[in-house]
């Protein structure tokens, strides 16, 4: 569909003044962030040249400082520049950023909010894919993929009883427990109901009613992992989250359950973990780990009972396209003088990712 006759939000109107835009992000990431129909809806609705990307803010080169000096919106994604005091006095006519990925901490400062500059992110479109995956990775834990695929490689062929070897085995009546009702933690527990599972939810700033609402049972911490089969990580990367899964909480959690972190790999003790899982007592989906690669001769990779990917469960590949869409939509918004429709908000960030 073409942005000026039928967008996603209805027949543009764009006004004969379009804002200014520049993009601003890591070195890479616009190229696969925006196909081209995303280049001439950026072109239908800003003046920018698209193909331009600002990698470096705080020592541009001239036409990048040419073109700060001008924008009025600034484009965000991975490898985003931070926005520093220096930065916003070369941008004086700079309004808005629309940060085309999930968390705006890396590059929103102080400085952004103090100049009251309004900020939008495209967290929603990221947090999809991170359930999708974490959906993936509980239906494959409770049906014990990956042990089952480990030992039909090790047989060979040979006549194997797998009903019996895992007949504590399903998804039918297990329990999930989700920690943290993030975006992406309502997304895994919206996408977890047509399921036959009991999902348990630990989150301090969500009550048991807010719990109920979202198909879940709010617990405490402990009592969550004590019950649950499932234990999957949605909670921000904070200072009080930090090693919030150490080795009392995994000692509490039942033999054979397995853990899922997508967060960030702070979140849990690695030093509690290993142990559980070198001698086979839990298992882990690890897409996250601290430090984020694990250094070679970490058990982590060989380990049967481990699965870990390299940060792959945000949006990959063409996924890129669903963030640019909506950051896009932003854009729009801006550009026909409308409010963001999911604005970030200071006052939220030191809860939120």
Not at 129 to 154: D, M, Q
Not at 155 to 184: C, F, K, M
Request: overall charge negative.
């Amino acid at each position: 569909m073409h942005p000026t006759t039928d967008s996603p939000l209805g027949p543009a109107e764009i006004p004969p003044t379009r804002p200014s835009l520049l993009l601003a992000m890591g070195p890479g990431v616009a190229d696969r962030l925006l196909a081209d129909h995303h280049h001439t809806r950026l072109t239908t609705l800003t003046r920018t040249d698209s193909r331009r990307v600002a990698h470096e803010l705080a020592d541009p080169a001239p036409e990048i400082a040419d073109a700060l000096a001008d924008a009025e919106v600034l484009l965000t994604c991975w490898g985003a520049p931070q926005l520093t005091a220096q930065v916003l006095k070369a941008a004086p006519r700079l309004r808005a950023v629309v940060h085309a990925a999930g968390s705006v901490k890396h590059h929103i400062t102080d400085a952004c909010w103090e100049r009251g500059i309004t900020v939008t992110s495209a967290a929603a479109a990221n947090a999809l894919p991170v359930a999708e995956y974490t959906l993936a990775a509980i239906l494959f834990a409770n049906k014990r993929v990956l042990h089952a695929a480990h030992r039909h490689r090790t047989l060979r062929g040979r006549p194997y009883d797998w009903q019996q070897e895992w007949e504590g085995s399903g998804n039918y009546g297990r329990t999930v427990g989700v920690i943290g009702a993030s975006r992406i933690g309502r997304r895994l527990i919206a996408l977890l109901r047509p399921f036959d599972l009991r999902i348990l939810l630990y989150d301090p700033y969500v009550d048991a009613t807010e719990a109920a609402r979202l198909g879940a049972t709010r617990v405490p911490l402990d009592a969550l992992c004590a019950d649950s089969d499932i234990v999957t990580v949605h909670a921000p990367q904070l200072p009080a989250t930090y090693h919030l899964l150490g080795a009392r909480e995994l000692a509490l959690m039942p033999d054979g359950a397995t853990l899922i972190n997508t967060a960030r790999g702070s979140l849990v003790d690695e030093s509690a973990l290993l142990p559980e899982l070198t001698t086979g007592r839990l298992n882990a989906v690890l897409d996250v780990t601290d430090p984020e690669l694990p250094p070679a001769d970490s058990p982590l990779y060989d380990l049967p009972n481990v699965l870990l990917t390299p940060h792959i469960a945000g949006s990959l590949g063409g996924e890129l396209h669903r963030m640019a869409d909506l950051a896009l939509d932003e854009v729009e918004r801006f550009a026909t003088g409308r409010p963001f429709a999911d604005p970030v908000l200071p006052g939220a960030l030191h809860h939120s990712a």
